[in-house]
Each structure stands twice: as structure tokens, then as C-alpha cells.
């Protein structure tokens, strides 16, 4: 299992969340430099256009993180397709991937924030039709140099390459989804490897709709082990439970309940939070120990997954914590994992 961070390059920190946005971009790249060194699998960036994120241009940090690290795969987390144009996604990663030497992926998504259509001018009422087209005309491009394409929402494209292209093969391309039956047979019928982005809840109630993605799959005639499922979750490790919860609680509490009150959620309470960082919840919140022993248990949960990636920079955590985090992500949690820890 490959295991990673997800970040959206949140300036949401510091003291009074004062720190400038010229210390906030740099002090991200330093972690994901230290990622790189305690030898974590992935580190993603999202894609946002909102002013307390800094990720609105996903492949511009991921290629300056690039130049800083050397075996971390980078990849974005999501990439908003719906609101792009295929052809500067694919050659935005693909020179990423040159920079990287190899270490470049995708992860595409329709968006669960929608400033980006306005902003593109592209309608919300045609939200799935938009992704549906130019994921299509991604996948054209990602395995065609020259490509003859046509659709609704782009001028047609009539035998022309595509460059640059790529180290690897098939640059990966995997999917984004957060809970609609539809996004995971698409992944299925595509053979894409599948990116579940759980937030809230208990996480073994997605399985249902994994296995409607393996079934997918397989029915389209796609091998198991080209069907592989990450799993996005907001966590946070420290060296005691105790000292987890009280860092990661109240930053937690505070975003919540700030996006509560735009999207017509009840505040956040502690009971609440309790109840999400249980056995079956799905706040991967504690010491190295319980921290590994969730992923497992998330893992058997959904039949097996192939990455998990860690959203812990949004909770009002400060650098340093953040920074220590990685460590002990690095150096305890990604050992007791790949050593299949037993459950208790």
C-alpha cells in the first residue's frame, strides 16, 4: 500500500491565520520535501480558486516540489477537468513528468467546490456532461500522439499531436470521486484506478459502491490489479492519542462548522468528532500505532485499497505540528502498515 499526503496549500495557519501567502508556499514545498525523505509514496495538490488556498495552479507546485525531492510521486488532488481544457491538463502533467523524471500522475474530478465554472464560464447544469467529454478527450490524448477528436463543449481537433509527452507509457490517470454510484461504474467501465475522497461518516459504508466499481470493471474486462482504490481521509498522527486530538480538534471544529454554515450543516460538536475518530469513523486522528491499525482496518473494510493519502493541513495546524506529522508518518506509521499490523 502506497500512503502519501493530499494538500490544498491552505494559508489557514499560523498565528491568527497572519501568515503570508509567500511563507505558506514555502513552507509547504519544505514538507513536501520532508515527505520525500521519510520516505512517503505520494504527495498531492488540489485544486481550488478560493483566497485562503493557494493551489489554484496544481502542476506550478507540484513541479517546483519536483526540483526539492527525488522518489515521492507527485500528483494532483483533484484536478477540476470539468473547468479545463484537456489538452493544457495533459501537457501541464506531462512536462511535470519531465521534470519529475517519471513521478507525475493525475487524479480528475468534477469538483466538489464549483467556483470554477464560473470563473471559466462554463455552466453548473451541465456539470456531467462537461467531465464526461473531456475525460474522454484526456484519455485520447494520454494514449495518442495525434489525436482526432470532436465533442460539444471544445473546437474539434482534427490529427494533431499533442506535446510534450510523457516518460511513462500511459501517464496515470485516476479518478476522483465522492459518492455518486455513477463516478465509480465510469471508473470501472474506464479501468481507471479509483480515488475515494471520504470526509465525514464511516468509512465502510463506500463499499457498496466499490464493489460496483470492481463489477464494472471487471465486467469491461479489466484485471483486478488494474483496479486499484485510494483513499483520501483527513488525519493528523502525533505521539500520543491525546496530544492528536487536542492539536487536531479545534482547527477541525473551526473549518466545519465555518462550512456548516455556508452549506446548511449543524455546527460541529466534540461528540461528534468522538464518534468520527472511533473504530469505523473516518478521522484517521491518534498515535502512530491506532493510526496504522485504522488504515488496516479501513483497508479490509473496502476489500483491499492500494494508496491512502492523509488531508491534514486545513485543521488550523501549525507548520511545526504539521512537519512532525510527516514524521511520524514516515518513520512509524508506514513501517507498522507495510508490516500488515495485526488488528486488536
Do not use: C
Not at 73 to 100: C, G, K, N
Amino acid at each position: 500500500m502506497e500512503i502519501g499526503i493530499d494538500s490544498f496549500a491552505s494559508a489557514m495557519y499560523g498565528d491568527n491565520n497572519t501568515l503570508s501567502s509567500v511563507d505558506a508556499m514555502q513552507q509547504l514545498l519544505e514538507r513536501i520535501e520532508l515527505a520525500d525523505q521519510v520516505g512517503l509514496d505520494v504527495f498531492g495538490i488540489g485544486e481550488h480558486h478560493k483566497k485562503e488556498f493557494l493551489d489554484s495552479a496544481t502542476a506550478v507546485i507540484l513541479s517546483a516540489a519536483a526540483a526539492r525531492t527525488n522518489t515521492i510521486r507527485l500528483t494532483s488532488a483533484v484536478s477540476v477537468l470539468s473547468a479545463a481544457d484537456p489538452v493544457r491538463v495533459y501537457q501541464s502533467f506531462a512536462t511535470l513528468d519531465l521534470i519529475s523524471k517519471g513521478r507525475a500522475e493525475i487524479v480528475v474530478g468534477r469538483g466538489s467546490s464549483i467556483e470554477a465554472y464560473p470563473l471559466f464560464g462554463f455552466n453548473l447544469n451541465d456539470y456531467d456532461q462537461l467531465f464526461k467529454e473531456k475525460l474522454e478527450l484526456l484519455l485520447q490524448i494520454r494514449d495518442n500522439e495525434f489525436v482526432t477528436w470532436s465533442g460539444k463543449f471544445r473546437p474539434a481537433i482534427n490529427n494533431l499531436p499533442v506535446y510534450p509527452r510523457s516518460i511513462q507509457e500511459k501517464l496515470p490517470i485516476w479518478l476522483g470521486v465522492g459518492g455518486t454510484p455513477e463516478s465509480f461504474i465510469r471508473a470501472g467501465t474506464l479501468g481507471l484506478p479509483l480515488m475515494v475522497a471520504v470526509i465525514g461518516g464511516q468509512t465502510h459504508r463506500f463499499r457498496p459502491l466499490i464493489d460496483l466499481y470492481r463489477e464494472a470493471g471487471a465486467a469491461a474486462g479489466h484485471q483486478p490489479e488494474k483496479l486499484k482504490v485510494g483513499l483520501h481521509s483527513p488525519g493528523y498522527v502525533s505521539g500520543t492519542n491525546e496530544k492528536a486530538i487536542a492539536e487536531y480538534y479545534p482547527g477541525y471544529a473551526e473549518l466545519w462548522t465555518k462550512l456548516g454554515k455556508e452549506r446548511g450543516w449543524p455546527p460541529v460538536t466534540k461528540t461528534q468528532f468522538d464518534s468520527l475518530i472511533d473504530t469505523k469513523g473516518v478521522l484517521v486522528v491518534g498515535n502512530p500505532e491506532q493510526v496504522a491499525e485504522k488504515i488496516l482496518r479501513h483497508s479490509e473494510s473496502l476489500g483491499g485499497i492500494s494508496r491512502f493519502t492523509f488531508q491534514m493541513d486545513n485543521a488550523g495546524l501549525t507548520h511545526a505540528q504539521l512537519m512532525s506529522s510527516i514524521e511520524f508518518i514516515g518513520q512509524k506509521v508506514i513501517p507498522l502498515v507495510k508490516k500488515n499490523l495485526p488488528f486488536h
